[in-house]
């Protein structure tokens, strides 16, 4: 199962298009406010309703966990400590990590970009994360997957698609009119 988490400042596209996408693909995705209501508020005014909010989340149910970008709203992630705990043990057990945006700048700071290649918005890359920062709208390396801005989004799930069930991309694709 798949965790999409959603913060206040969240980027809507960077998050509503790979919910879309998954959903489509088939694959079981959850959005979880890292809140105690179930809607959070994009970096664009416009409000959301989560499936969970945070004190519904079991970490153990999910293989994946994203994190859509946004500046204010990687802030939020970025300060939510339950969070990190869950990303670093996540990262530890090989599972799969995605961020994209400015979120791929928590993943660095927690060490999971650690000795991998990775993308991110320009200027949220750091020597300081360990890794190679690529500039690109994707970059899957190992059991993380980045990309660039709200302008990768739908490469952004569709790596994610290729990665968890490669079958379904050519019908989601085909229903998006991908080109």
Known sequence: MIAIFYADGFEEGEA?????????????????????????????????????????????????????????GTENLTNFAPLQEVLKAH????????????????????????????????????????GTYQNTPVVHNDNVITARAMNASVEFAREIIKTLKPGALSQVEEGIQYE
């Open 91 to 130: 990262n530890a057990s090989g599972k799969l990590c995605c961020a994209i945006c400015a979120a791929p700048s928590l993943l660095g700071k927690l060490g999971i970009l650690n000795g991998k290649k990775y993308t991110c918005y320009p200027g949220f890359e750091s020597d300081s994360f360990g």
């Open 16 to 72: 509503i298009v790979p919910t879309d996408m998954l959903r489509r693909a088939g694959l079981e995705t959850r959005t979880v406010s890292i809140t105690n209501s179930n809607e959070v508020v994009g970096s664009h005014s416009i409000p959301v309703e989560c499936d969970l909010t945070w004190n519904d989340f079991k970490a153990e149910d999910y293989d994946t966990l994203i994190l859509p970008g946004g500046l204010r």
